[in-house]
């Protein structure tokens, strides 16, 4: 499948580029305003320290961008524009879109080789978006705030009055979704005035990326490759939990932050659900 002719996206003329040396060196620390005993013991973890990344002979076809506040307004016009842009998280590189337009999801499942009926999370920027794409009415007040921004992906409910388009996850009546620790991915979903469907920077079936040279074999299909260095949280992945029932949790993927994320569970009453047979 050639993906690059159906969906690549303009590219500034070559002329007109200055080669990218290096990145300098970024920090991404936890907000300041985090209280609770979930982030204050992932800070480090979830910190982004960027050391300096060569990307002088990548950056040729002009695809790669620092992943800061001055680059924010193009990325969201990209997203805005249906296209598909590869972020930096708090756990992995992720390829994102606007959830709500059916061509650019499609993008998405094309350039990974992933199935339909695989589902996509969606992201959003703060916690208070999320009773917009999900039903959350039945959680514990305050529950969200202590899980989020951070490593987890809550599954929940669709409900009636989701706003998402009904052909992202066809068939499904829950959502997973994220709010990273990370400050670019948050500025441009707030910015694209939507949720973006986010899923890992990989061919699927693939190991993760930490780094934008793990899918530097994917850039071409990209509208722009943000660079946030190489992420020192592993290859696990965020931690998926089923907030779907009230009073009940169930861990569908350990990820990064199984033990706090159960804590917090935990402390909040929730009771793990047990599947029976």
Same mark, same amino acid.
């Given at each position: 499948m050639n993906i690059s002719t159906r969906?690549?996206a303009?590219?500034p003329l070559l002329?007109?580029?200055?080669?990218i040396?290096e990145?300098?060196?970024?920090v991404?620390?936890?907000f300041?305003?985090?209280?609770r005993?979930f982030?204050?013991?992932?800070?480090?973890?979830?910190a982004?320290n960027?050391e300096?990344y060569d990307v002088?002979?990548?950056?040729?076809? #002009?695809? %790669?961008?620092s992943?800061t506040?001055s680059?924010?307004?193009?990325? %969201?016009e990209? *997203?805005?524009?249906g296209?598909?842009?590869?972020v930096?998280t708090d756990? *992995?590189?992720g390829?994102?879109?606007d959830?709500?337009?059916?061509e650019?999801v499609n993008?998405? &499942?094309?350039?990974?080789g992933?199935?339909h009926?695989?589902p996509?999370?969606?992201?959003?920027?703060?916690v208070?978006?999320?009773?917009?794409f999900?039903v959350t009415?039945?959680?514990?007040h305050?529950?969200?705030?202590?899980?989020?921004?951070?490593? !987890?992906?809550i599954?929940?409910g669709?409900? $009636?009055?989701?706003?998402l $388009?009904?052909?992202?996850?066809? @068939?499904?009546?829950s %959502? @997973?979704?994220?709010?990273p620790?990370?400050?670019?991915?948050?500025?441009?979903?707030?910015?694209? #005035?939507?949720?973006l469907?986010?899923?890992?920077?990989?061919?699927s079936?693939q190991?993760?990326? !930490?780094?934008?040279k793990?899918?530097?074999?994917?850039?071409?299909?990209?509208? &722009?490759?943000y660079?946030g260095?190489?992420l020192?949280a592993?290859?696990a992945?965020?931690?998926?939990?089923?907030?779907t029932?009230?009073?009940? &949790?169930?861990? /569908?993927r350990p990820?990064?932050?199984?033990?706090?994320?159960?804590a917090?569970?935990e402390?909040?009453?929730? /009771?793990e659900?047990v /599947?029976?047979g």
């Open positions: 969906f690549g303009k590219l002329s007109n580029l200055v080669p040396r990145v300098p060196k970024l991404f620390l936890p300041s305003h985090r209280k005993g982030r204050s013991g992932f800070s480090k973890k979830m982004l960027v300096k002088g002979v990548e950056n040729q076809l #002009g695809l %790669i961008r992943a506040e680059n924010a307004d193009e990325a %969201i990209a *997203l805005k524009a296209k598909v842009i590869a930096p756990t *992995l590189y390829f994102a879109c959830a709500c337009s059916s650019a993008r998405i &499942y094309d350039i990974k992933r199935k009926t695989s996509l999370a969606i992201c959003v920027g703060d208070s978006d999320i009773e917009h999900a009415d039945h959680l514990p305050g529950l969200l705030d202590s899980l989020l921004p951070g490593p !987890v992906t599954v929940l669709r409900g $009636e009055s989701s706003i $388009e009904k052909s992202l996850n066809p @068939g499904l009546d %959502i @997973g979704v994220r709010v620790d990370s400050d670019f991915i948050r500025i441009i979903a707030r910015g694209s #005035g939507s949720a469907a986010l899923t890992s920077a990989n061919l079936g190991p993760s990326s !930490v780094s934008i793990d899918f530097e074999n994917l850039w071409e299909h990209c509208a &722009y490759v660079e260095g190489v020192p592993g290859r992945g965020s931690t998926v939990v089923d907030l029932k009230p009073g009940k &949790y169930r861990i /569908l990820g990064s932050a199984k033990e706090e994320t159960v917090i569970l402390n909040y009453s929730l /009771l659900e /599947l029976s």
